[in-house]
Each structure stands twice: as C-alpha cells, then as structure tokens.
C-alpha cells in the first residue's frame, strides 16, 4: 500500500509539475519576444533632413536687445523666413575660439536659384564682424541642407576678449527680400562648439609640404552603406568603396573618422542612365569637419552617362593647418568626425525620371596617426575632437556601436522574464516537495493503521 500510494503520488505531482514547467517556460519564452514592431510610417520626402535628437526650439530676433540665449554643447532648431535676418547671441571666454555651424533645411518642394543660401557671421557687442561665410544650393536648383559656419578665433585680431557675442543668420534670396511668409520659411539647425587654446605654444605656420598627389585607385568590389539624413545621423564610412541608391532630392550624410596625421581622400560616382538631357550639379559631393565647417564641395554635370566627381587634395590634419591662407586647408585643423555629404538634384527626375540612381564613394584614408595637441580646457562638446577605438571600429562596420533601445528593452526583459520564471520555479519545486512529503506521510499513517497487532 505505501509503496503504491506513494508512486501514485510522485506520478501526479511530476505530470502536474510538467505542466507547470511547461507554462513556465512559455512565458520567458514570451518575454523574450520582442513586442511586434509598429506598422512602418510613410517614408519622408527624399528631402527630409533629420534634426539632432532633442534640439531646443529658439525664435531668432530681428535686434540684439532680446536676443535668444545659446550654449555650446547643445543643438538648437529655429526657423528663417523669406529675407530674413536673425539675431542668436552666446557668451565667450576670452581664449576659446568658437565655431557656431548654421544649417537651413529649405522645404522639399521650393524653389531655388544657384545664388539662394545663407550668410552667417558673428559679431562682438559693438557689432564688428570677426567673420563671415555663405552657403548657397548651387547649379543643381535643388533645395538641400546647406551649412555655414559662424566663426570667432581667440588670438586674432578682430573680437577678441570674454563676453557676449552675436549670431546673425541671413537669408540670401534672389528674388528680392519681400514680405515674411511663414509658408516659406527655412528650417535651421544650430550646434555650437568651443575650442580652447593649446596648454603649449606650438607652430604658427602651416605646414609647407605635404602630399598632394592623386592617390592610386582603390580595388575591391563596393559594398552597400546607406547614409543617414542628418549630421546627427550620419553613418559611419571607413576606407573603401561603398555604394548607395539616390533618388532626386535625395541627400545623405556619412562620418570618417579622422585621427591627428591622417589625410583623407573622397570621390562620387554617379552611374549611368537612360533618357537625353543635361542636369549641371546633378550630383554634389561636400566635405565638412568636425564642427561642421565647409572643407570642400564638387558637383558634377550629367547627360545619363556615367561620371565621377573628387574633392580636392586635402593635407593631413594638423592643428596649425588654421593658419594657411586658404580656406580648404585652413578647416583641416582637428582630428574628430569629417562628414561626407551627397545630394542628387531633384533636377534628375524631369530628365531621366525618378531612379533610383546608383552612386558609389571611394573613401581613402592615408597617413600616419599621432597624438594631437594638448589643450589648457576642455572644448565643448567634450568629444568633438576626439577618435577612438569604437569610432575606428564603428567605421568599419557601419553602426554607432552603441546598444539601441530595443536591445535594451529585450535584455530587460531577459532579465525580468528569468527572475521571475526563476522564482516560479522554485516555488514550484518547493511545492511539489512538500505535497510529496505530506502525501508520504498519509500513506505511512493509513499502513500503519492497518497493520495487525500482535
């Protein structure tokens, strides 16, 4: 009787115990599902710029008295309307030299002339200039980002001292300055960056010489990288061959990291077409360093057939590049991220139709590394001069290297799921230990219970 008492008791529990281990395990399974996706949103415009995460939003003024307050470090959005003219203003140290990068983001559906664009420029407190530059769209007619950079160099001649300083963003239009239409206005995206000055004095002259001729071809087959639609999305590009597919309007960004001592090399390939015609600027290749100042730009003209576009012959960077008397030179003066930038006209689509069309970037990365200068603070943002280890890695192949939130959100609930099926587990267990005792128990009593006496 005990015996079988006993077996019948360990055979329920253990049927039940499977059960229960069976429902156990489907819920970690569960858990460890990612939720399903949400239905895919309709995709932008080809010519959808994507801002920087988390962006203050600033109204520009058209005076210097109300100006809106900006901080470097920090990405600010604010809009230009038709013929405008708008007043930032930001606080300086006396010995950091600042870069404030101005990019307008026009509709995708206006209209543009070559000469259209923007002037930036900042200003001391008396209104002298310590600097200007444009950025215009171009032959191609095409609206696209465009940057200009805002520029005050510590150890200069002109707006020199701590202080308040101004940003002045214009439009430049060529029909005229007409009235405000908010139907018109230019998105802009504003980064600010601060530099400090050098712990040791070193050269105030640029280097002399440097190799400047036309690197040999790369070989190899070209591998697929989409580029991201912003600077703040921009994907990561090391020495290759790397292709993508453009539609008119289209305009991508990609980063290279460039350490102190390397050179940098690019070309655009536009491929072949059906169709008769000419585009000038159908394809525009532009070059940008770190805080998002003009190095270079190509475009190219295009009757179907293919046709390639390079960038100039770019020296090494070196901090004392700053000091050459031309601009290309002069924006090669930080090791960090150089953003390469393509944009196919719209202009394409009236001509050879809507694509896509293949483009192909060779990247070549020469030189040899070395450690940069050592400065007296911190720049801001702190990294922005800075390559490392996963930005080399992260070129290679193509992501941030980072942990994205649905990674996140899966090793969490990896982590929730196994304690908790865990701790069901266990009180599984112990359940099913105490049951098989109790029922034990009760099989010994009733045997004895029935045992003759003597």
């Known amino acids: 009787m005990r015996g079988r008492a006993g077996t019948s008791a360990w055979a329920r529990w253990r049927s039940v115990a499977a059960r229960c281990a069976v429902i156990v395990l489907l819920g970690l399974c569960a858990a460890l599902v990612p939720p399903a996706a949400a239905p895919a949103a309709a995709d932008p415009s080809p010519g959808a710029y994507g801002f920087s995460p988390g962006g203050r939003t600033v109204a520009g003024t058209q005076g210097t008295a109300d100006a809106a307050p900006l901080e470097a470090g920090r990405t600010y959005r604010s809009s230009l309307p038709r013929g405008g003219k708008l007043y930032y203003r930001l ?27 923007i002037r930036v420029s900042l200003r001391d407190a008396d209104g002298t200039s310590c600097a200007y530059a444009s950025a215009q769209f171009g032959a191609g007619h095409s609206p696209r980002p465009v940057t200009a950079l805002g520029l005050r160099e510590a150890g200069r001649t002109l707006c020199q001292g701590a202080g308040t300083y101004y940003l002045l963003v214009e439009r430049l239009d060529a029909d005229g300055t007409g009235a405000a239409d908010p139907a018109a206005r230019w998105d802009l995206e504003i980064a600010p960056a601060t530099e400090p000055r050098p712990a040791r004095t070193g050269p105030t002259t640029a280097p002399r010489t440097w190799d400047s001729a036309t690197p040999a071809p790369l070989a190899g087959r070209p591998r697929e990288r989409s580029g991201g639609t912003g600077f703040a999305a921009a994907r990561p590009l090391g020495q290759g061959i790397w292709r993508t597919a453009l539609v008119p309007g289209e305009t991508r960004f990609y980063k290279v990291p460039l350490d102190w001592g390397r050179q940098l090399h690019a070309s655009a390939d536009l491929g072949g077409a059906p169709g008769r015609g000419y585009v000038g600027g159908a394809l525009d290749l532009s070059l940008y360093n770190p805080v998002r100042g003009d190095v270079d730009d190509v475009s190219l003209g295009y009757t179907g057939t293919a046709k390639s576009a390079a960038l100039a012959p770019l020296p090494p960077v070196e901090y004392a590049n700053r000091y050459a008397p031309t601009a290309g030179v002069t924006s090669v003066r930080f090791a960090g991220d150089y953003y390469l930038v393509l944009h196919l006209s719209s202009q394409l689509a009236g001509i050879f139709g809507q694509g896509p069309f293949q483009v192909t970037l060779r990247v070549r990365v020469d030189g040899q590394a070395h450690a940069g200068p050592e400065y007296a603070g911190r720049p801001v943002p702190d990294d922005v001069f800075t390559v490392t280890a996963r930005d080399r890695a992260a070129a290679v192949t193509g992501t941030a290297g980072t942990t994205g939130a649905g990674d996140d959100r899966t090793m969490k609930l990896v982590a929730v799921a196994g304690i908790g099926s865990g701790t069901a587990l266990l009180l599984l267990l112990a359940g099913w230990t105490a049951a098989s005792r109790r029922t034990s128990a009760r099989a010994q009593m009733r045997a004895r219970a029935q045992k003759p006496t003597a």
């Open 91 to 117: 606080r300086l140290a006396a010995a950091d030299t600042a870069y404030v990068p101005v990019t307008a983001v026009p509709p995708a559906d206006a209209t543009v002339s070559a000469t259209d664009g």
